[in-house]
């Protein structure tokens, strides 16, 4: 079934500890998103990446890093994990132009202790 | 920059009434508009989006949405409402100037009672 793969499904972190979420996608769109997602603040935007080879930062970018070395994959590093990253974290697609939607993975629920 | 607001937390109604789940944005250019429904522990999951053309959009799961320009709204809405579509749901907005660029609003939580 194509689609968005992340994993861990979940994960509990040390502070201080390095993390790598992934993201793996089969329906070879161009865009991909990194978001959070917290209570009362809807999704905000870490990281993006609107082809291989290029990555950009979003809305919240301190202490996340990514790359984008094929079109499939869109990892999100954590150099140094600190509480304030506890969160639900989502990747997500689009392909086409402008006018497409976005397609979310099932996400990755981190908590940093 | 654009942004999205979702002025309520939650939204309660009645099974069988109308819902209006509500969204106003801002951007520089024309505003390319979506709602995105979130179910316990999954990912988003889109409903619809205007892009251009007829201000009224259907969407998925009976939901419609009315693009007003002179208001910069984009309510979300359905005739009759189950409880099934208890869920949490998001506005999003993307500039046509501003790329790939997705901003959402906070989220509504609309809670249907039987």
């Known amino acids: 079934i194509a689609g968005i793969t992340q994993a861990p499904t979940s994960q509990i972190l040390a502070a201080g500890r390095r993390m790598t979420l992934r993201c793996t996608q089969d329906?070879?769109?161009?865009?991909m998103y990194w978001y959070r997602q917290d209570l009362g603040l809807g999704l905000r935007l870490i990281h993006y990446?609107?082809?291989?080879?290029?990555?950009g930062k979003g809305e919240v970018p301190d202490g996340y890093s990514v790359s984008r070395a094929n079109t499939d994959d869109f990892p999100l590093t954590l150099a140094s994990a600190v509480p304030s990253q506890t969160s639900v974290y989502f990747c997500?697609?689009?392909?086409?132009?402008?006018?497409?939607?976005?397609?979310f993975g099932q996400g990755t629920r981190l908590t940093v202790v | 920059a654009q942004s999205v607001a979702q002025p309520e937390d939650q939204v309660n109604v009645a099974e069988g009434n109308p819902l209006t789940v509500k969204c106003t944005y801002s951007?520089?250019?024309?505003?390319?508009l979506f709602w995105y429904v979130q179910y316990p522990n999954r990912g988003l999951q889109f409903l619809l989006k205007?892009?251009?053309?007829?201000?009224l959009v259907k969407g998925s799961y009976g939901f419609e949405a009315e693009f007003n320009k002179s208001q910069t709204s984009f309510h979300l809405k359905k005739p009759s409402a189950l409880v099934s579509d208890s869920a949490l749901y998001f506005c999003?907005?993307?500039?046509?100037?501003?790329?790939?660029?997705?901003?959402f609003g906070g989220g509504t939580r609309l809670m249907v009672k039987p």
């Open positions: 329906m070879r769109h161009n865009a």
């Open positions: 999003a907005v993307r500039d046509n100037n501003a790329g790939n660029m997705l901003t």
């Open positions: 951007v520089s250019g024309n505003p390319y």
């Open positions: 997500a697609t689009k392909g086409g132009s402008t006018n497409t939607e976005a397609f």
């Open positions: 205007y892009i251009t053309g007829d201000n």
């Open positions: 990446s609107n082809t291989a080879g290029t990555t």
